[in-house]
């Protein structure tokens, strides 16, 4: 698991975004509102990290509906929560040590 | 309108693409360097270029990807996928991040260095047809080939420039001090191997055969100076 991290930005938010089921065009939209359009996933940068994501398992197809041309959709495994929150103590750790700076000790 | 193009480079390709479009030329199809227009509204569609890892077919995971976020699949040949959007629905690029556009650089000079390796292979087997089948069309292919070799070659350097700009912007040490540069050894060792098989007849059998040899050794220092490039991470 070490390895795993740090997460990309993009990464990072496309976990965030299917924490419940959520489809492509919503991943986008989810992120570009949460960052305040900071972070655009172009479609190619989200396509090659679905399936690298579905393919490590941190992610999976939530459902699937060809027939009614519903959208696929997509949900974090508990795999992929175990890496979220890991990166989310990393994370915690540097906000930690930046007070630091502020202290100026 | 259809216009003839040879593009191997996909980001002059895209830009070319749409300056087309920004005139009321919407690109439409592709064949064979052949592209065909459509009048648009000047500026209606954004294009850009993706590289499939399958000869000539598409997922249709991919499909249906590209059609959920309004994105048209207009042609696809060989490795290349032509894609275009609606200007109107917002900007149009398909990698935003370093990371992504690595892999992406990544996965066309692959497909660059395995097109020249086959070419080179090729072009060996047409050197010896050459030399036995006398005529101008193994004369002539043999010098395309070659042609061909050099620029993919010269690609695969440019691919590593990109490659090692985007690195150094993420801070990563880059491949820039090891020699990234296609050996000009390479490069006249494949001219004067088709200079001899074109005045085959002029000369005698004994500088013919000392020339090739010539000719061989420059190839293969040219190949031995550039194999760097074949195997840079």
Known sequence: MEKNIPLTEALFYILLAVRKPNHGYGITQEVEELTDNRVTLGPGTLYGAIQSLVKKGWIQIYSEDTESRKKKEYLITEEGRLIFNEEVKRLKELLHNAELMKEGK | ?233
Not at chain 2, 7 to 13: A, G, I, L, N
Not at chain 2, 170 to 176: A, C, F, I, L, T
């Open chain 2, 1 to 233: 309108m259809i216009k003839f193009r040879l593009y191997y480079d996909k980001d002059k390709e895209t830009l070319w693409l749409n300056e087309m479009a920004d005139q009321g030329y919407a690109m439409t199809g592709f064949f064979a360097g052949f592209y065909t227009f459509e009048k648009c509204e000047p500026g209606e569609y954004r294009y850009q270029v993706d590289f499939s890892e399958k000869l000539f077919a598409l997922g249709t995971d991919y499909r249906e990807f590209m059609k959920e976020m309004n994105i048209e699949i207009v042609q696809q040949w060989f490795f290349w996928i032509i894609l275009r959007k609606k200007a109107s629905e917002g900007e149009f690029q398909l990698y935003t991040d370093i990371d992504s556009s690595i892999a992406h650089y990544k996965k066309i000079r692959t497909l660059f260095k395995a097109a020249a390796i086959f070419e080179m292979i090729l072009f060996i087997i047409e050197c010896i047809c050459a030399t036995n089948i006398n005529g101008f069309w193994p004369v002539a292919c043999a010098i395309l080939l070659a042609i061909i070799i050099f620029f993919m070659i010269r690609e695969v350097t440019t691919i590593n420039k990109i490659i090692d700009k985007l690195k150094e912007r993420k801070g990563e040490p880059s491949d820039r001090c090891k020699n990234s540069k296609a050996s000009p050894l390479l490069a006249s060792g494949l001219l004067l191997n088709s200079c001899i098989i074109l005045i085959d007849d002029g000369i005698s059998s004994y500088i013919k055969y000392s020339l090739q040899i010539v000719a061989i050794i420059l190839m293969l220092i040219g190949i031995y100076q550039t194999r760097h490039i074949f195997y840079q991470d």
